[in-house]
């Protein structure tokens, strides 16, 4: 037989059940503007009946229930949909890395410009070409000796710029992988505080969506693997080996190789680390492949440069009749310049054959003629062809690093609002709950009233008739 005060009971346990809904919901508006929250949602269920004995003495379930309670709070999570997002957004960092990188190469290059290499290497072709119109003109050798001073720095400057560059890359590799390293160490501490949180039963939704945004961090970073324990634990792989194992963090460590730059291995046993793709990846292939063979060329161009030059000028005899005279000095773009003999006596320009030979320009015509007769690469392209070949194929990867990152940025944004379609919090769908919540709770209050109206009239006016 059912009780006086079940009724109170049951208004009692709808009261604590809305004003929980009402808070959840309270917690999902007040969190809407965060990132990485994922909706929460207080799943309502009736509780279980009371138990009685039947005719036979078994005990059963009566058909009267005892009211609601909050079966648990979940949070709106697809994890298909996180392993889209951390997949592409590995790619996407990696892209973003070659497409900064490349834009800075092309600063440096600054092609087409009057500054540049290209345009400075056609002055100095002309004024060659000056010489050999008129040899016995000093003030047009100072101009070919300055014109070659700027030549001289321009292929300097470059240079530094792109080791500059190189270097960069490489201190970027040694923070990323500190940046790895900490994620990894958090991701630890939340697996541990998500399982001690998770024992009893409970969800630690907030603590799984900080874990999330780490995960999403790292994807970034590296290409990584990972997987949920029954405990709740997240174990993260970078390539064959664990960043993490539950509540144990690896570290990576970032290590000066021959060739002065960072290498990444694991502390743990010095093996390499497998570093495929994210930006990590994107900083190394940048550092490694793409910045060598630009510094490559630019070398290249200048030694070549250098040799064809002199080789000539060597043979000749300038004003004063001096020979065997270096142009350059030097031997690549790294230390370029004009050889001081010449800068500081342009009578030395070597622009005849022999002797005493004012008028001759015999020299200087070869020097001039150069700049299509000699060839690079093994005879497929003279100087200015090879410039612009370096030039138009940075261009090119520029542009298509621009392209792979815009698209990997549109399908990582679109698979973003995904995710944010079933996890993201929508306040007009959370005022809906809340007034329905409210309602919910108005009316159990009432309920709460009415039962004890019952209950004094029962108490206080039981007995009175007769009296």
Known sequence: MRVAFSG?????????????????????????????????????????????????GDIIGSQMGTGVSVIDISRSRLGFV??????????????????DTLKQVEVVFNEPS????????????????????????LGIRRALVEQADSLAIAFNRSYSQLSSIQKDLDRQISLGVDKVNQLGE??????????????????????????????????????????????????????SQALVLADQANQLRAVTGANGFSNVIWATDGSAASINDG??????????VELPQYISDLQSLAGQLITSVNTIHRTGFGLDNSTNVDFFSGSDASDIAVSSAVKDAPEKVASAAAADSPGDNSIAVSIANLQRALTMNGGTADFGRFYSSLVSSLGVDAQRGDMMATNQQALVDHLTRQRESISGVSLDEETTHLIEYQRAYEAAARMVTAVDE??????????????
């Open 279 to 288: 930006e990590l990846a994107g900083l190394q292939h940048a550092r490694d």
């Open 454 to 467: 019952m209950l004094d009239k029962l108490i206080n006016g039981t007995g009175l008739v007769g009296r």
């Open 8 to 56: 109170l009971d049951i208004a009692y346990r709808a009261l604590q059940a809305q004003q929980l809904a009402i808070d959840v919901v309270n917690h999902n508006i007040a969190n809407v503007n965060t990132p990485g929250y994922s909706r929460q949602t207080a799943r309502l269920g009736a509780t279980s009946p009371p138990a009685v004995t039947s005719v036979n």
């Open 82 to 99: 996180d392993y889209q997002v951390r997949n592409e957004s590995q790619s996407l960092g990696q892209w973003e890395a070659m497409r």
């Open 114 to 137: 009057d500054v540049g290499i290209n345009s400075l290497m056609s002055k100095f072709w002309k004024a060659w070409q000056d010489v050999t119109n008129n040899p016995g003109d």
């Open 186 to 239: 958090q991701i630890a501490a939340l697996n541990v505080s998500i399982a001690q949180a998770e024992i009893t039963g409970q969800h630690a939704n907030d603590l799984r969506d900080q874990r999330d945004v780490l995960l999403d961090d790292l994807s970034h970073l590296v290409r990584m693997t990972y997987q949920e324990t029954p405990q709740g634990a997240v174990n993260v792989f970078v390539g």
